[in-house]
């Protein structure tokens, strides 16, 4: 999730440039790509109709989750997807994704499938329930920018269960001022009240206990982790605390990695097992690990 960003180019669409590592391409049109022209209302539909009769209607959360990341395998890697011009409102784009806008919105169609709740505006109400403090849009800081600052949000909303310190983690503690300490980087944060507003998450963040699965211990947890399961890489870089995020799915006896890399340009499949591919990158210090919990109501 290197430091090039400019203007607008927000936090999250950054991350993955840090611990972005992935294969190639897929050659040719996924089942989940979008084709010339469609929309995000069309791709969803094709989506929604593609779910149900692959048997997803009324499915677990998190199943539901690695069967719609593998169907999008192959839709391209795109950056800064949520920072458009005027007023903070909820963006939906769903001809590319980013590491967090590829689990974002397979968590808000599973649950519109596992709800039967499978209209538009259902789709639209998960995203947004998911996305921002609350579920609430407040202006730029309302949006969940750090992601251990998105787990705790969406344990509180009853979207996820933090698991990862039933899975062997360890607490740590580690100063986390990154957008503020690189305001020029966001065009947002000119405004005082929205750096005042970002700086209070940050020392809530800084103030408390993080928690994360250390890296040498992740092969001894892998087979208590679920289909679905979202994983954020935890980085030493300063400032930040998780680098690029993804889920976990079960591929040949081994728990892999699904996410979407800055490198390789589109969602894919890591060819090793997580614990392999965190190996790979020294910034890497762990892992933490929140499931999908079934959708109340």
């Known amino acids: 999730m290197a430091n090039d960003r400019l203007g607008s180019r927000g936090r999250r669409d950054f991350l993955i440039r840090l611990g972005a590592m992935g294969v190639g391409a897929i050659a040719g049109l996924p089942s ?3 084709g010339r022209g469609e929309s995000d209302r069309e ?3 094709r989506t929604l109709r593609w779910g149900i009769g692959a048997g997803l209607l009324h499915g677990q959360v998190g199943k539901n989750m690695a069967a719609l990341g593998e169907h999008f395998i192959g839709t391209p890697y795109v950056a800064h997807s949520l920072e ?5 409102h909820l963006v939906i784009n769903l001809r590319g994704f980013d590491c967090l806008t590829l689990v974002e919105n397979c968590l808000a169609i599973s649950r519109c499938l596992s709800s039967a709740k ?10 947004q329930r998911i996305r921002y403090a609350g579920g609430t849009v407040n202006g730029y800081p309302s949006r969940l920018h750090y992601f251990t600052d998105w787990i705790t949000d969406n344990v509180q909303k009853g979207i996820v ?14 100063t986390i001022n990154f957008m503020s300490a690189h305001r020029t980087s966001y065009a947002q ?5 929205a750096l005042a507003r970002v700086r209070i998450v940050e020392a809530r963040l800084s103030g ?5 699965v250390p890296r040498e211990r992740i092969a001894s947890i892998s087979g208590s982790l679920h289909n679905g399961d979202i994983v954020g890489t935890v980085t030493s870089r300063e400032g930040m605390d998780i680098a690029h995020t993804g889920m976990v799915i079960w591929k040949d006896g081994a728990a892999k990695f699904l996410h979407a890399p800055l490198l390789g340009g589109a969602v894919t499949i890591s060819e090793r097992s997580l614990a392999e591919y965190v190996s790979r990158s020294e910034s890497v210090t762990g892992i933490v690990v929140a499931r999908p919990l079934a959708v109340e109501g």
């Not at 499978?118 to 995203?127: E, I, K, P, R, V």
């Not at 944060?189 to 009240?193: I, S």
């Open 32 to 34: 989940g790509m979008y």
């Open 84 to 88: 458009e011009p005027g007023e903070e």
């Open 118 to 127: 499978t209209s538009f505006d259902d789709f639209s109400a998960q995203l």
């Open 161 to 174: 269960q933090d698991c990862t310190m039933t899975l062997d983690g360890e607490e740590y503690r580690k």
């Open 43 to 45: 791709i969803f539909e």
């Open 189 to 193: 944060l000119v405004d005082d009240t």
């Open 208 to 212: 408390g206990a993080l928690h994360r």
